[in-house]
């Protein structure tokens, strides 16, 4: 059985900082790209950043780069988002999926969608 497990989420003030994780099993994290996705309230999922399968990074938008960081430990089969400066229009639940490159997140390939994490950023 593969699947993703999200955590890390929570309520944070604007500026402050969030560290996610995204736990793989029964697949190894090691021979995919995995993407960060995020959806706020009311509105439709949208890609953060991807990292391939050779620690190359793809940001999907502008709004996050230079706060936003991934990184994959292999060893414990894991993908982290480490979120700086955070502002209320990046509450959203965010989820991570699996590809084999680092494509549109528009596109369908996508596989082992785990269950999200919310980040609230408010005062």
């Known amino acids: 059985q593969t699947q993703f497990v999200e955590s890390g989420g929570g309520l944070v003030q604007p500026g402050g900082s969030l560290r996610l994780s995204c736990q793989a099993s029964?697949?190894?994290?090691?021979?995919?790209?995995i993407g960060w996705f995020r959806q706020a309230p009311g509105k439709e999922r949208e890609g953060v950043l991807c990292?391939?399968?050779?620690?190359?990074?793809?940001y999907y938008g502008d709004s996050v780069k230079g706060r936003f960081t991934i990184s994959r430990d292999n060893a414990k089969n894991t993908v982290s988002l480490q979120m700086t400066s955070l502002k209320p229009e990046d509450t959203a639940v965010y989820y991570c999926?699996?590809?084999?490159?680092?494509?549109?997140?528009?596109?369908?390939?996508?596989?082992?969608w785990g269950q999200g994490t919310q980040v609230t950023v408010s005062s």
């Open positions: 990292i391939s399968d050779s620690d190359s990074v793809r």
């Open positions: 999926a699996a590809e084999e490159i680092c494509v549109s997140p528009s596109t369908t390939d996508w596989l082992h």
């Open positions: 029964g697949f190894t994290v090691d021979y995919y790209a």
